[in-house]
């Protein structure tokens, strides 16, 4: 059974910006909605839950219309499916954690119970948290409330915005395993706002990419990764690759994790809380990358992958190259300076060396 559409038409002017959005978006997994500071996300998920009027077009899931210009409907957003987590929690500071979550159960809406509280407290690990104040929690855990109040209203889509802004890395690390546990256990459609590549990459089935307001692209999320510094070269300085790999093995004298990507075998700081043999992302950005003609001795790198080269590409920097490598079963690319590609001579079709200096880990 194929999955509902989300469909989209929006024209929504909000003082000098308009937002134009006409796409259909598959009403499965988790859509990432990624962009630039104003360039639209978060309007566009207000209009989807009612909190913008657009001035003309519609809003649907499925059979379901929320906003029809044309035939004047313009459900409220009470009377819509959607659950909204924003970026701060916006909790009730006079209700514990139980009374906070007692409100949500009031406000189901599902007649039938598709899962039990209890079931979503043991998942998000808030037993503990039961008795205590809002202002007794830390951020993490305040969004971890937060989530788990707006997934008891039943939603049929859900909408996070920026949910992990406010958060420090540390805490982002600790917030996402849950996320990640509630959609593969309730298997919501969400739609996932957030200007962070790594929170994109670790997340997201696929990615709307805005740009002053209209769609730039979308697609899979690997697929967008490959195309990201062609849609927005201006100031867009994290060009690269997403590639999936498989945990091989950690070594605890050199701490180090090895993660096998196509047939290639990358050593990165050990990462022990992932199982061997677990599927992983990992983020290589151009600028971590090097190139060399020949395989050098007597380096630091430890990433030293032979390929051939596919093309040269200049950036919106004129001093620079992006160039694309292909190795056994996965590509990276590497940005490198005009003067570095003429003194080696590169050229399409060269066998060469890729020397990646840094690995990100999406999932952390």
Sequence with gaps: ??????????????????????????????????GPSGSG?????????????????CVSLGSETWFDGERRIAKPPHARPVGFLFQDARLFSHLDVAGNLAFAE???????????????????????????RVEHLSGGERQ???LARTLLTRPKLLLLDEPLSALD?????????????????????????SHDLDEVAHIADRVLVLAGGQVAMQGGTFEVFERLDLILPDGFDDRGVLVEGRV?????????????????????PRAEHLQVGAKVRLRIRARDVAVATRRPDAISIRNVLAGKLIDLKPTDRLAEVDVRIRLRGSEVKATLTQAAVQELALAPGMDVWALVKSVRLAVT
């Design 1 to 34: 059974m194929s999955a509902e559409v989300l469909r989209l038409k929006i024209d929504l002017k909000l003082g000098d910006f308009a937002l134009s959005v006409d796409e259909a978006v598959s009403a499965a997994g988790v859509t990432a909605v990624f």
């Design 41 to 57: 996300k978060s309007s566009l998920l207000r209009a989807i839950a009612g909190f913008e009027t657009p001035q003309a077009g």
């Design 106 to 132: 009031c406000r189901s809406r599902s007649a039938s119970d598709s899962f039990e509280a209890e079931e979503l407290i043991d998942i998000l690990d808030l037993a503990a948290l039961l008795n205590r």
């Design 144 to 146: 971890r409330v937060a």
């Design 169 to 193: 890395q540390a805490r982002k690390s600790e917030i996402l395993p849950y996320l990640d546990r509630a959609q593969a256990r309730f298997d919501i459609p969400t739609l996932y706002v």
């Design 248 to 268: 091989i093995d950690h070594d605890a004298r050199l701490h180090v994790t090895h993660v096998d990507i196509g047939g290639d075998v990358l050593t990165m």
